[in-house]
C-alpha cells in the first residue's frame, strides 16, 4: 500500500520582480498562501506542476510545497514555506511588509 | 589606491552590455530559466527564498569612498535602503529586481566595480586581510599581489569550468586575518633573510568536510607565484574529481592523492611551465604596488588623542576594543562595528554607509575596507582625529565597543534569505547579542568568536568559531548543532561537535551555560574562553551543556 499523499500547493518565485507567488485553482498567480489551490491527488499536482514550469515567462524556480487545510484556505507545514509566506525574520521585509501597509 | 585599466573597464563595460541583453531575453521569453541561470550566475545574481539577491565584488576588502557612496545610492534606489557585508568581502543587496539588475550593474561599472565571477566554478574574489597596507605586524601589503592573482584568473581561459569554485586567500602577516587555512589556496608573505616571499598553503575550506590547509610551499619566491598557482590549478583541473560534487574541491583532491603526490605533480608542473613565464607578470606586479603606495600619512602629534584617552573613558573603552596598531606610530587602524547589540551582523544602511565614506574622505584618506568578520574598517587614521570620529560615531549609532567580543558574530544569511539554507542564523546572533549585553556579562567574558551558519555550507564559518554553531532541520524543525574549540586564527582549528543539537529556543540558554562554566573555570581575568578551552579540552563545557538535561533524564 503507498503512502498518504501530503497534499500539496505549487509556488514559485514571480520572474520579474523576485517574490513568493502561489498557483490558485484557476492556474493564475496569487501572492498569498492561503488562495492557492490545495492539490489532494499525486498525478492532479504533478501535472499542475507542469502547467507552472511552462509559464517560465512569468515565474522561475516552481516546485510542490507540503501544505494542509486551514480556516483561510491552504497552510504551510514546514517551517521554510512559513518563512516564505512572512518574509526575513530580522526586519518586517516580504510579505509581512505588504501586509502592514 | 587601484584604478582600472582601460582594458578593465572596457571588459566591465562590455559584460554589463551583455547582461543587459540577456535580461531583456529571459523576460520576453527567448532565454528559459535553465539557459538564464548558469548566466545570471556569472554575474552574481541568484534567487534566494523571498527575491532575487545581487553578489557584488569588493577586491581584497578595498574601498573608496566614492564607492560606498554609490553602494548607498544603489541600496536605497533599488533595494531596502541596506546592504549585507559579507565573510567573503561582497556586499549583498537582497532585494533587487530582476528589471532594474542591468541598472544596478551599470551604476556599479559608473565607480569601478562589478559582480562577475562572484559565482561559478571559477576562481572568485580574493580575499586578504582587512588590515592590508596598514597593520603594523605585516611584512608586506598583500593587496597587489591579490589584484595580480585577479587580473590573471579573471577569464582565464583555462580556468573557467573548473571542478568547482576556487577560493584564495592571501595575509601579509602571521597573525593571520583571512583566515588562509581555510581556503582552496591560502598565500602567506613571509621573508627570508631580505627576500620576500610565500608559504603556500593547499586544500582548505569548510563546508560539508572541513579542513586546514597543509603547507605545500614553505618559501615560494615572489617572482614565482603566478607560475606555482597556475600550476596548483593545472594539476587540480586534472586530478580533481568531477563526478560528485561533494568532492570535487580541492580539498578532497589533495586529501585523497596524499599531499606528496599533489606535490609532486605541482612541481613537476610547475617546472614545465616556468620558463613560459618571462618576467611581465613581475612588471604588471611592479605597476600595481605603485597604484597601492600608501598615502602621505600626516604629521600630527598624539598629545590630544591620549589626553581624551585619560578623560573620556566611553573614548578609552571603544579605543581598547576596536582600534589596532598601525605600521605608522601617530595612525591607528579603526574598525567600525557595524554590529550594535541586535543588529543583524553586516548589514549596515544607506546612511551609515554614507557617513562612513565621509569620515573616510575627512580623515581616512578616503579608503575603507570591509572585514571578514563583518565590519568596516578605516585602515588609516591620524591618533590626533580619533576623539572626532569617535563623537561623530556615537552621533550615529556606530560607535559600539564589541570588536572581538561576544556580540561581534559571523552569521550567514540563513533561513532568512537563503535558499539553501536548513535553520535561520541571523535571529540567533541578535538574540546571542542582546542576552550577553542584557545580562552585563560581554566585557567580564572577554574575547571570543562566535560564528553561526544556517546550513552545512558553512558559509558563517561555524567550524572555525571558538563557539560554531550550526543550523539544522532535523524532521521539519530547527535544530542547532554546537562545536567547540575551532579557530581562525594562526593557531587555526576546526570545532569539535559538543554532542547533541538543541531546539532554536535552547540555543541561547546553551551558550550561557558553556560561558558561566568559562567564567567559573578560567585560569584568571586574562586567560580566554578559547586558551581555556585549548587547556582543559571540552570536558567541562561538555558538562556544563548536557548535565542537567542528564540528570533530569
Ligand atoms: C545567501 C546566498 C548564499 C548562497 C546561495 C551561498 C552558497 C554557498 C555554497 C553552496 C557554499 C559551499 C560551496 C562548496 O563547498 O563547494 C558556500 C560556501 C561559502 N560561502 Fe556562501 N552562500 C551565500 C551567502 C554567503 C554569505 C552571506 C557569506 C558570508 C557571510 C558566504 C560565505 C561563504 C564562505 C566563506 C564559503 C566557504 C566555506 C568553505 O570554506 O567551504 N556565503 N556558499
Ligand atoms: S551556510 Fe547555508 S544557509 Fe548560510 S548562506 Fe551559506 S548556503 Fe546559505
Given amino acids: 500500500m503507498s503512502r498518504k499523499f501530503t497534499p500539496k500547493v505549487v509556488t514559485a518565485n514571480d520572474l520579474r520582480e523576485g517574490c513568493v507567488i502561489y498557483m490558485t485553482e484557476t492556474g493564475s498567480w496569487s501572492m498569498h498562501h492561503h488562495e492557492a489551490e490545495l492539490i489532494e491527488d499525486e498525478a492532479i499536482a504533478e501535472l499542475r506542476l507542469l502547467k507552472a514550469l511552462g509559464q517560465g515567462d512569468r515565474i522561475v524556480g516552481a516546485y510542490l510545497a507540503d501544505a494542509k487545510p486551514g480556516l483561510k484556505g491552504p497552510e504551510p507545514i514546514h517551517f521554510r514555506e512559513v518563512f516564505r509566506t512572512r518574509g526575513p525574520s530580522n526586519y518586517a521585509h516580504g510579505k509581512q511588509e505588504a501586509a502592514n501597509v | ?553
Fill in chain 2, 1 to 553: 589606491m587601484y584604478n582600472y585599466s582601460d582594458f578593465d573597464e572596457a571588459f566591465v563595460r562590455t559584460r554589463a552590455a551583455q547582461f543587459r541583453a540577456q535580461v531583456e531575453r529571459r523576460l520576453d521569453g527567448s532565454l528559459t530559466e535553465d539557459e538564464f541561470r548558469p548566466l545570471r550566475l556569472m554575474n552574481g545574481v541568484y534567487l534566494q527564498l523571498h527575491a532575487y539577491m545581487l553578489r557584488v565584488a569588493i577586491p581584497y576588502g578595498t574601498l573608496r569612498a566614492d564607492q560606498m557612496r554609490q553602494l548607498a545610492h544603489i541600496a536605497e534606489t533599488y533595494d531596502k535602503g541596506y546592504g549585507h557585508f559579507t565573510t567573503r568581502q561582497n556586499i549583498q543587496f537582497n532585494w533587487p529586481k530582476l528589471t532594474d539588475i542591468p541598472d544596478i550593474i551599470d551604476a556599479l561599472a559608473d565607480v569601478q566595480m562589478h559582480a562577475i565571477q562572484t559565482s561559478g566554478n571559477t576562481i572568485r574574489n580574493v580575499t586578504t586581510d582587512a588590515f592590508a597596507g596598514a597593520a603594523a605586524d605585516e611584512v608586506a601589503d598583500p593587496r597587489p599581489v591579490a589584484e595580480l592573482i585577479r587580473q590573471w584568473s579573471t577569464d582565464h581561459a583555462e580556468f573557467q569550468f573548473l571542478p568547482r569554485k576556487f577560493k584564495i586567500a592571501i595575509t601579509g602577516s602571521a597573525e593571520d586575518r583571512a583566515v588562509i587555512r581555510a581556503h582552496d589556496v591560502g598565500l602567506e608573505l613571509v621573508k627570508r633573510g631580505d627576500e620576500i616571499g610565500f608559504k603556500v598553503l593547499v586544500g582548505g575550506g569548510l563546508g560539508r568536510t572541513p579542513m586546514l590547509a597543509p603547507v605545500i610551499r614553505e618559501f615560494l619566491p615572489k617572482a614565482d607565484l603566478l607560475p606555482y598557482l597556475e600550476a596548483i590549478v593545472s594539476t587540480y583541473n586534472l586530478m580533481g574529481r568531477r563526478d560528485n560534487k561533494y568532492k570535487a574541491r580541492i580539498k578532497i583532491t589533495v586529501f585523497e592523492n596524499g599531499l606528496d603526490t599533489f606535490r609532486a605533480a605541482v612541481e613537476e608542473e610547475f617546472a614545465r611551465i616556468r620558463p613560459a613565464f618571462s618576467g611581465v607578470d613581475q612588471d604588471v606586479l611592479a605597476g600595481i604596488e605603485a597604484q597601492f603606495a600608501p598615502p602621505a600619512f600626516k604629521n600630527t602629534p598624539v598629545e590630544f588623542y591620549e589626553k581624551s584617552l585619560e578623560v573620556d573613558p566611553l573614548f578609552k573603552t571603544w579605543a581598547k576594543q576596536n582600534l589596532a596598531a598601525h605600521k605608522v606610530e601617530n595612525h591607528a587602524i579603526v574598525t567600525v562595528s557595524i554590529k550594535e547589540h541586535g543588529a543583524t551582523p553586516g548589514d549596515a544602511s544607506a546612511d551609515q554607509m554614507r557617513l562612513l565614506a565621509d569620515l573616510a574622505d575627512r580623515y581616512g584618506y578616503g579608503e575603507l575596507r570591509i572585514s571578514h568578520e563583518q565590519n568596516v574598517v578605516l585602515p588609516h587614521v591620524a591618533k590626533a582625529d580619533l576623539p572626532a570620529i569617535h563623537a561623530e560615531l556615537l552621533r550615529a549609532g556606530l560607535a559600539t565597543a564589541n570588536v572581538g567580543l561576544i556580540s561581534d558574530i559571523i552569521a550567514c544569511p540563513g533561513m532568512d534569505y537563503c535558499a539553501l539554507a536548513t535553520a535561520r542564523a541571523i535571529p540567533v546572533a541578535q538574540e546571542i547579542a542582546t542576552h550577553f549585553k542584557a545580562l552585563g556579562l560581554e566585557e567580564e567574558i572577554g574575547g571570543i568568536k562566535i560564528k553561526i551558519s544556517g546550513c552545512i555550507n558553512a558559509c558563517g564559518h561555524h567550524h572555525v568559531g571558538h563557539i560554531g554553531i550550526l543550523g539544522l532541520d532535523r524532521a521539519g524543525v530547527e535544530n542547532y548543532q554546537i562545536t567547540l574549540g575551532g579557530d581562525a586564527g594562526p593557531l587555526a582549528a576546526i570545532g569539535e561537535r559538543a554532542g547533541p543539537g538543541f531546539a532554536y529556543d535552547e540555543v541561547v540558554p546553551a551558550i550561557e551555560r558553556i560561558l558561566r562554566a568559562y567564567l567559573a573555570i578560567r585560569a584568571d581575568r586574562e586567560e580566554t574562553f578559547i586558551e581555556t578551552f585549548r587547556r582543559l579540552g571540552p570536558a567541562p563545557f561538555k558538562e556544563a551543556l548536557y548535565s542537567e538535561a542528564r540528570d533530569a533524564a
